[in-house]
Every structure is written in structure tokens, then in C-alpha cells.
């Protein structure tokens, strides 16, 4: 068995290098310029800006280890990516691969041994194409461009170089998906930085954005003073995961095999401590500040099924473009008022007519009558539009009632879903699900601690034993069987979840299944009864035709119908009478053609705009079921949550296989709680993937 030293955490590791390459490359630093990077101190000792190529570089050294380092910087501008990025594709390497190589010999002559290189993007491609030429050196990169073609050899392993793919990075993705991975020399890594957002495509790429107050590379979350607001650590660094013993990279395999003695067992207590309940710490925040979210959407229940409801009557009013008919799918007052006056003014133009029949009919008109007869059949016109109008009030009310029904019981219906059939279905879903989630990371943590202090006594323990077996040869006494006291870590499988089956899914399934719901609810009640009101105006429409083409029809025939007619014209006021008479009946008819106008294009509108209005309706059904935004921000927090998780699976697995070996009794016990505790995690995140997906 190899006993490995644990590397000085003042040496220069992958996480300085990436972040080197991916932040600090991008400050343009002076020389002279005292900068640091995961609390090691660096100088800048040389720069170079600006040559003809678009290379540029700078050197740093590490002040405590003497270690140099060249940092080629990525693209930066268009010079950058349209001159030599599009070479890169090409059979000549460009300029700046030869200039790189040129600076890399300089600065080995000038400054010092070169240790290690590193870059980013474009500066990750010169990196490489230094470390192919130089295998003594140390090559790190972040998401680096490729090389041209024919520079890689395949049959090379360039053990000296390590490249590290962010998950989210859009170059590599790009790359890899083209079939060009090949141009791209060395080891290759994912890790689990950024977030999946269009609006972090630089950082994605970069691994960085600007640092806090505190230094830390996060992104905000939410808005401040609402309830989920935090910030997701992105800093590619973070999420590289090395060795608790070694400081390496655990990726692509397990380190080599350590000796279990104190000096390691406290190693792994402090990792625990340091590495892992750190990182636990920031999946118990992004969980908290999901649960925050999912909680105040769930108080909010009420007033999203209102808001919809309101939105809903809003649309539905919107598309007649009349007053009239604003409130249809409440109580429809003013449509009601708007009949209710019809049938008065039809009243109104009856009585009218009855009063210009008596006329007609009395003295002199007998005469006219007897030459030649005229009479409006009151009865007979009136009957039919009287009857026409009480049906339309009560196609209507049933119009009204249906809108309301659609309002009041079948919107708060959409919302309704999920497991256990909740009445908000994603809320509900979510809320249950985080209810699980809640337990188990707290149990999660708990059993860390408990197993941190296990290996801390283990590690005391093998001091204990040593001090004893000194003592005993000292005074010449035969040891004694000691035993010290050691914290039991609780095996234990934390809760299953029945919730998210379908992972963030359900919202997309929940929003389609309402919206199809809608436009069939509207689609089969609404759109009928507006095709009978149309039919039902237009039949008003043509009894009101027929009175006034009855009423003007007496008119003339009384009036000029016959020449005794024209006599009494003349020596009478008959026909003013007559006139006078008519245009006092034609007046409230007119008054009605009028309004039902307006009926008759409104409820054309409605019926014709209704399916489209439904259709564009999806949007506030998304908003009202979770508002887009905060889900989205819950989608975030996980993702953030399952990358540690991931992280946490490694370097588990890393010390399940340390720990194989051993027969001590004390060990195999900590391989039994290691071995718990991964699986644990692994419960865990799968429980977290399903809000990713």
C-alpha cells in the first residue's frame, strides 16, 4: 500500500488555475498587481497586451511556492473570435498559437521554470496547443476552443493536460456535438457550474462572475425583500472535486489507495467538515428558499384564482367592444337593462301605433276607408318581436348564468391536479414534495455530523492507543485493552417521495390540460348560445323591419291613396295628424334598431372572436398556475442543489473506496456509515433531479 503526503494546500491546484483562466485573465493587470486566489497570494510579474496576433498573456507567481504561471487570455473582442477562433477551424495554426509558444519561451528564459498554463476559452486553445509542445508543464483549461486540425495526435495521451467542461458551456457543448472533440487534447471533466439560463451565457462559459463584497462569485435569485430570494454560487472553482487526502481531482477514476492512520482520519473528519457540510449547507439555503417560494405562492391560492377569473371576464367582455356588455359573465346587468328598455320602447311604439289606428279610423277617415281600407294589425305585427325579445332575455340570463358558471366553477376546476388530487395542483405537488425534501436534508446533515465526530474519535483513538502502548513500555507493564468512546452515527434510509413523479414537467401538463379544458368549456357553452342570440337579434331585426314598413305603408295610403285624400288635405289637418302620428310610433323603433344594431354586432363579435380569445388565454392560465418567473427561480435552486449533490455522490464514492481495505473493526464501521450515507445522497438527489427536469 502507497502512502500518499497530502499535497501543501500553498501549492498551485486546478481550482487557482481556473480561476486564474477564467476571472483574473479577464482583469487586465498591471504588473506588479498582488492579487488572491482561494486565499493563496499571487503577483503579476509580466504582461503582454496587445501584439499583432490579438495574444494576450500575463504571468503570475505564486508567492509562497515561487511557482510560475503563464495565463493565456480568452476571446475578448471581435478581433478575437473572427480572426483566429475561425482559423482554429482550419489546417494552419494560427498566428497567436505561434505567438503563445514564443511568449511561453521567453518567460522560461527571462523569468523562471514556466509550471503550469491555463486559459480560457480562446486562451484555453493556445494553453493546450503550449502543453502539446511542452509535456513537462502543467496544463489546466476552462472550456477551451479547439486546436486546428492535424495538431492533436490521437495516439497521445497529454497526461499533462486537464480540461474542465462547464455543464452549461455553449462552445464545448458545440464542439462535442460536432464531432470535434477530438481537436481538443488531454483529459476532459464536466463540471456542474452555471445555471441554464440564456442570460448567463458569458458566465457560463467564463465560470465566473463578478465577486461580491465578500468575494464569492454568485448570481442573484429572486428579488429582494420577496419571499426565495438568495444567490446560487457559480464560481467554476467551487465545483471542481479533488481528493480530501490528496487535494486532486478525483474525476475519471479513484486516487491512489492512502494508509488509514490518525493523520488521515482527521483529514477525512476535516473534509467532512469543511468540503461536504459546507456544501450541505448551501443545499439546505437553496432548498429553504425554494420551499419560500412554493409557501408564498400556496398563500397566494385565492388571489391567483381570482386574478385569473377577473382576467377571464375582462377577455370575455373585451371581445364584443361594447359597453353593453360589460359584467356578461357576472351578472350581465346592463345587457339586462339594455332588453329591459327594448321591451318598453316596443311597448311604447304599440301604444303609439293603437293611437294612430284610432285616426285612421275615426271621422273623416271612415271615408278613406270605405274608398279604399287601411289599418295597421297591431296585434298581429307586435306579437312576434314581443315574443322574440323575452326570448332574448332569456337566452341571456342563460348566456349570463353559463359565463358565470364557466367563472365561478370551472376556472377554480383548472387549477385542481396532481397525486392527491389537490385543489392547486402544482403548488400543492411542489409543496408536498418540499415537505419530504425539508426532512430528509436535515437528516442528511445530521448523520454528517454525527459521522464527522465518528471519525474524529476514530482519529483520537489511534493517538490513545499509541499513548498507551508508549506507557506500557516505558514502565515494562503489558498494554491494556482500552477502549475509547466513539460517536455512533444512526444508519438510516431517509423518506421516499411519491410527489413530481414527472419532475417540473407537471406544470407544463397541468397548463395544457387547463387550457384545453377552457377552450372546450367555452367552446361547447358559449359559442352555441351566442349563435342562437345572433339568430334571435336578427329575427328582432326583421319584426321591427315589418312594423315600420307597415306603419309608413299606412301613412301613404292614407294620405295619398285617393284623391278624396288630397281634398281633405286641404281643408283639414288630417294629414298632419296622420304625420304626426306616424313619426311618433317610428320613433321608438328607430330608437330600437338602433340598440339591437349594437346587440347584433356584439354578440357576432363574441361568437367570432371567442376561439381565438381562448386560444391566447394559455399565458394567464401559466401565470395564474405558478408565476413563470418564481417557478423558473425553483428550477434554479435545483439545479444548483442537484450539482452539490453530484459533487457530494463523488466524493463519497472516493471515500467508500479508501476506506474498502481495511479490517479494523472501527473502519469497517465507517465504511458501513459512508456506504449509508451515499446512499442517502443519492435518495436525495434523485428527489432534487425531479425539480430540474
Same mark, same amino acid.
Given at each position: ?25 479577464? !482583469? ?99 494553453? =493546450? ?71 448567463? *451565457? ?17 448570481? /442573484?435569485? @429572486? ?11 457559480? @464560481? ?42 459546507? !456544501?450541505?449547507?448551501?443545499?439546505? /439555503? ?99 318581436? !314581443? ?29 385542481? @391536479? ?10 400543492? /405537488? ?169 346587440? !347584433? ?51 463519497? =464514492? ?12 472501527? *473502519? ?26
Amino acid at each position: 500500500m502507497t502512502t500518499i503526503n497530502p499535497v501543501s494546500n500553498v501549492q498551485t491546484t486546478d481550482q487557482d488555475l481556473v480561476e486564474l483562466a477564467g476571472f483574473h485573465a479577464y !482583469r487586465h493587470y498591471q504588473t506588479g498587481k498582488i492579487i488572491t486566489v482561494n486565499d493563496k497570494i499571487f503577483k503579476v510579474v509580466d504582461t503582454q497586451y496587445g501584439m499583432s496576433s490579438g495574444l494576450d498573456a500575463v504571468t503570475v507567481q505564486n508567492h509562497e511556492t515561487k511557482e510560475l504561471t503563464v495565463v493565456y487570455i480568452g476571446s475578448e473582442d471581435n478581433k478575437d473570435w473572427i480572426d483566429t477562433n475561425a482559423k482554429l477551424l482550419a489546417d494552419t495554426p494560427p498566428a497567436q498559437v505561434g505567438d503563445a509558444q514564443d511568449y511561453f519561451d521567453w518567460v522560461n528564459t527571462n523569468l523562471g521554470k514556466v509550471d503550469s498554463v491555463t486559459g480560457n476559452s480562446l486562451g484555453g486553445g493556445l494553453t =493546450n496547443a503550449v502543453a502539446i509542445e511542452n509535456p513537462q508543464v502543467k496544463a489546466v483549461t476552462l472550456n477551451p476552443a479547439i486546436l486546428p486540425a492535424g495538431l492533436v495526435d490521437p495516439t497521445m495521451m497529454y497526461d499533462n493536460i486537464t480540461n474542465y467542461y462547464s455543464r452549461f458551456d455553449f462552445l464545448t457543448s458545440t464542439e462535442e456535438s460536432l464531432g470535434l472533440g477530438n481537436r481538443i487534447p488531454g483529459k476532459k471533466y464536466s463540471i456542474n457550474n452555471g445555471v441554464p439560463l440564456l442570460s448567463m *451565457i458569458a458566465p457560463n462559459h467564463t465560470g465566473y462572475v463578478d465577486p461580491d463584497k465578500d468575494g464569492n462569485f454568485v448570481i /442573484e435569485v @429572486g428579488i429582494k425583500g420577496q419571499p426565495g430570494h438568495g444567490f446560487i454560487h457559480i @464560481g467554476a472553482d467551487d465545483h471542481i472535486v479533488t481528493s480530501i487526502w490528496t487535494g486532486q481531482p478525483i474525476y475519471g477514476g479513484y486516487s491512489e489507495k492512502i494508509e488509514i492512520n490518525q493523520e488521515n482520519m482527521i483529514l477525512l473528519s476535516n473534509g467532512i467538515r469543511d468540503q461536504v457540510k459546507g !456544501r450541505i449547507t448551501n443545499v439546505q /439555503e437553496y432548498i429553504s428558499n425554494s420551499v419560500s417560494i412554493v409557501e408564498d405562492e400556496n398563500a397566494k391560492f385565492s388571489q391567483r384564482v381570482t386574478t385569473l377569473q377577473e382576467t377571464f371576464q375582462q377577455k370575455l367582455e373585451e371581445i364584443a367592444v361594447d359597453p353593453l356588455f360589460k359584467g356578461i359573465a357576472e351578472t350581465g346587468a346592463i345587457i339586462k337593462a339594455a332588453i329591459d328598455d327594448l321591451i318598453d320602447l316596443l311597448n311604447k311604439a304599440e301604444e303609439r301605433c293603437l293611437i294612430l289606428n284610432s285616426i285612421l279610423n275615426s271621422k273623416p277617415a271612415e271615408l278613406i276607408e270605405f274608398i279604399t281600407s287601411t289599418n295597421i294589425s297591431v296585434e298581429t305585427l307586435f306579437a312576434p318581436a !314581443r315574443d322574440y325579445l323575452n326570448q332574448l332575455k332569456q337566452d341571456v340570463d342563460y348566456l349570463v348564468a353559463s359565463a358565470h358558471n364557466i367563472l365561478y366553477n370551472e376556472i377554480p376546476e383548472l387549477f385542481r @391536479g396532481g397525486t392527491d388530487n389537490f385543489v392547486d395542483a402544482v403548488v400543492g /405537488e411542489l409543496a408536498a414534495h418540499y415537505n419530504v425534501l425539508k426532512i430528509n436534508k436535515e437528516e442528511v446533515y445530521t448523520q454528517l455530523t454525527e459521522y464527522e465526530a465518528q471519525v474524529n474519535d476514530i482519529a483520537n483513538s489511534f493517538i490513545n492507543r499509541d499513548v498507551s502502548l508508549a506507557d506500557a513500555i516505558h514502565s515494562g507493564a503489558t498494554p491494556g485493552e482500552r477502549v475509547d468512546a466513539v460517536q455512533k452515527t444512526e444508519i438510516k434510509t431517509i423518506q421516499e417521495s411519491s410527489y413530481l413523479v414527472i419532475g417540473m414537467k407537471m406544470k407544463e401538463v397541468q397548463v395544457e390540460l387547463a387550457h384545453n379544458t377552457i377552450v372546450t368549456v367555452g367552446t361547447t357553452i358559449l359559442r352555441p348560445i351566442l349563435s342562437r342570440l345572433e339568430r334571435i337579434v336578427l329575427l328582432i331585426e326583421a319584426a321591427l323591419t315589418a312594423i315600420i314598413v307597415a306603419v309608413k305603408a299606412a301613412q301613404n295610403i292614407a294620405i295619398y291613396g285617393n284623391p278624396i285624400s288630397l281634398l281633405m288635405s286641404i281643408f283639414t289637418d288630417y294629414e298632419q295628424r296622420v304625420k304626426s302620428a306616424v313619426a311618433s310610433a317610428l320613433e321608438p323603433l328607430v330608437e330600437m334598431e338602433v340598440l339591437m344594431e349594437s346587440l !347584433r354586432v356584439g354578440f357576432n363579435r363574441m361568437h367570432t372572436n371567442l376561439p381565438e380569445m381562448l386560444d391566447n388565454f394559455k399565458p394567464y392560465l401559466d401565470t395564474a398556475i405558478f408565476e413563470p418567473a418564481k417557478f423558473e427561480n425553483v428550477r434554479l435552486y435545483n439545479v444548483a442543489t442537484l450539482a452539490i449533490l453530484d459533487e457530494m455522490e463523488l466524493l463519497f =464514492n472516493e471515500i467508500i473506496y479508501q476506506l474498502a481495505d481495511e479490517k479494523a473493526n472501527a *473502519i469497517e464501521e465507517t465504511l458501513e456509515v459512508s456506504k449509508n450515507v451515499l446512499g442517502n445522497l443519492q435518495i436525495l438527489k434523485e428527489q432534487v433531479d425531479r425539480g430540474t427536469l
